[in-house]
């Protein structure tokens, strides 16, 4: 396979970042492109020379012939347009969350493994350039002893945006699972947890304290409140180091000196959106091999990230 074709579904900002990366790839090419408002998918089309743009996802995949598909919709589109997609067998790449329901999640699963459809869920943090050597840092080291994730969210001001109120309903899955999957890409899978939830405003939840043990022996913690500033970070604790990520995309490690080092990213981070050419590599190589290399995630690993978040917002 020379050239990979690509399909893309969703005109939208985070479908511009994804074409920036496939255009500097030489082995993608996009060859068609839908959306529900098509003024934008033309616009997309011109910008980054995909051959042909289609009235409806159904249109698209009985005219294109694609290799694999990018489903890059809202948070609240996502599942329906899986649910219609994973039968055909071909590829697809899938934004996150790919699923506002962990049953929803469950069954797209089904249906993947039904149709044997290969499948990744784009989990772009999973790439940083910094992620990746930070972890390095600790193992020179020796092990990961422990982690802590804060994933505070801006929902005084996400609340009143104009995001739809299913997104809003759901929004530990729509957009706190960017953090809670951190935890199990640095922690490993989890052994052991005890969660604490408090409700100011919102019936999920929105102040969540976790603590946990992973399978590997670290213990690591999770810390949420949606209505306190402080952003997203990562800090992690090994023998005579630490390494911290605030915000994630800046990284420092801390020697037993005190001394402080920037942790400096690859140029592919700096020139795209942090993860996603590496994401987007990846996806290029299941394609071609049919195997998912690590630190990538499908529908079916997804599901324990999904299945935290659940008890985080049950408490």
């Known amino acids: 396979m020379s050239k990979v074709n690509l399909g893309i579904i969703g005109a939208g900002e985070i479908a511009k970042e994804h074409l920036k990366v496939i255009q500097a790839l030489n082995d993608l090419n996009p060859i068609g492109i839908t959306s529900r408002t098509l003024s934008k998918a033309k616009e997309l089309a011109k910008t980054f020379r995909i051959k042909d ?3 409806s996802v159904g249109d698209l995949t009985k005219n294109c012939e694609m290799d694999g598909i990018l489903i890059l919709v809202s948070a609240d589109q996502i599942y329906g347009v899986a649910k219609e997609l994973l039968p055909l067998g071909l590829p697809i790449f899938l934004e996150k969350p790919p699923a506002l329901k962990l049953s929803q999640l469950k069954s797209l699963v089904k249906l993947a493994e039904k149709y044997e459809t290969k499948n ?25 002893l422990g982690l802590a994730v804060e994933g505070h969210e801006r929902f005084w001001k996400t609340s009143r945006g104009v995001i739809p109120k299913k997104v809003l309903e759901n929004w530990i899955y729509a957009n706190s699972t960017h953090t809670i999957d951190l935890l199990r890409f640095f922690g490993g899978e989890v052994k052991k947890i005890n969660v604490l939830t408090k409700r100011i405003k919102e019936k999920k939840g929105d102040q969540f304290v976790a603590s946990m043990e992973f399978q590997s022996g670290s213990l690591g913690t999770y810390t949420s409140h949606w209505y306190s500033p402080g952003g997203w970070s990562v800090t992690l604790f090994g023998d ?3 390494v911290k990520f605030k915000p994630l995309e800046k990284g420092v490690f801390i020697d037993t000196n005190l001394i402080e080092s920037e942790i400096i990213p690859d140029n ?3 020139t795209f959106k942090p993860g996603f050419y590496r994401q987007m590599e990846n996806f290029s190589s299941l394609i071609k091999t ?4 690590r630190p990538g995630e499908d529908l079916s690993q997804s599901i324990m990230t999904i299945e935290l978040a659940e008890m985080f917002a049950r408490g």
Do not use: A, P
């Open 120 to 144: 990744m869920v784009g989990y772009n943090r999973r790439y940083y350039s910094i992620f990746m050597k930070g972890q390095e840092i600790i193992q020179k080291q020796g092990d990961l």
């Open 290 to 293: 049919g195997k998912l290399n």
């Open 53 to 55: 743009v289609y009235n």
């Open 268 to 270: 592919v981070d700096i």
């Open 240 to 242: 005579g180091v630490t």
